[in-house]
């Protein structure tokens, strides 16, 4: 698997950095087979400069062929800049392995500041690829933070997954699951089998590696939740 990280693309006027992680996953699958695009929610501070919720992107890919991730930085990096937003600061991390100490990273960005010097000397230090794009660059602590974050398999949701944003009105679980949700589940963890999910906005959940869609009950029919 290929895990491609990126924040702080965007400003209060512009697309938002999930909708260009979008962009960027359905190019290239083109290439690859796109597993996904994941959101995670960062700290959200008054010392923290972001747009709207500080959240960040990862899209993740299954490899095709043998990929040189030199040339797929390259290619990811220049699509961004295709679309740089003045006013922004963006950052890009490409990596196949993430070691203990990036998913840490990752964790410590949910929780308390997190300074550039400490995201560029940690990808330094295991090999991986991260650079900022342009403004203050501050994206490098996202990028290199929601890569962690998604390969720890329990955080985040699905921005893009299968077929679900092609989804509308009232459907049967089964049409969730064949769209490409893997469970549809109770917040109490019950899962769920029968019955009409309003499909609209489901944006599932990232759990054990999967994507699952929370839902609850609301009169004759399933709403789906939104979690981090």
């Known amino acids: 698997m290929i895990f491609i990280g990126i924040d702080d693309t965007d400003t209060l006027k512009s697309r938002g950095t999930g909708r260009l992680a979008r962009n960027i996953a359905a190019i290239l699958a083109n290439d690859f087979t796109v597993q996904g695009v994941v959101r995670h929610q960062l700290l959200q501070d008054a010392r923290v400069p972001f747009t709207s919720h500080n959240s960040s992107a990862t899209i993740i890919l299954q490899e095709k062929n043998s990929t040189d991730l030199t040339a797929l930085f390259t290619r990811v990096k220049a699509l ?17 392995d993430i070691p203990d100490q990036v998913i840490a990273h990752g964790r410590n960005a949910q929780k308390r500041l997190v300074t550039q010097a400490e995201a560029r000397d940690l990808a330094r230090t295991l090999g991986i690829a991260l650079e900022g794009l342009g403004g203050t660059e501050d994206g490098v602590i996202g990028a290199l933070a929601s890569v962690g974050l998604t390969a720890t398999g329990d955080d985040g949701r699905y921005l893009l997954c299968g077929r679900v944003r092609d989804l509308s009105g009232l459907l049967p679980v089964e049409a969730v699951l064949e769209a490409g949700v893997m469970e549809v589940r109770t917040i109490d963890e019950k899962t769920v089998t029968a019955g009409m999910v309003m499909s609209d906005k489901i944006r599932p959940a990232r759990r054990g ?13 399933w709403e789906p939740l939104k979690l981090n």
């Open 80 to 96: 961004m800049l295709s679309d740089f937003q003045v006013g922004s600061d963006p950052g890009l991390c490409v990596t196949r």
């Open 209 to 221: 590696g999967k994507p699952v869609a929370y839902v609850e009950w609301r009169e004759d029919h």
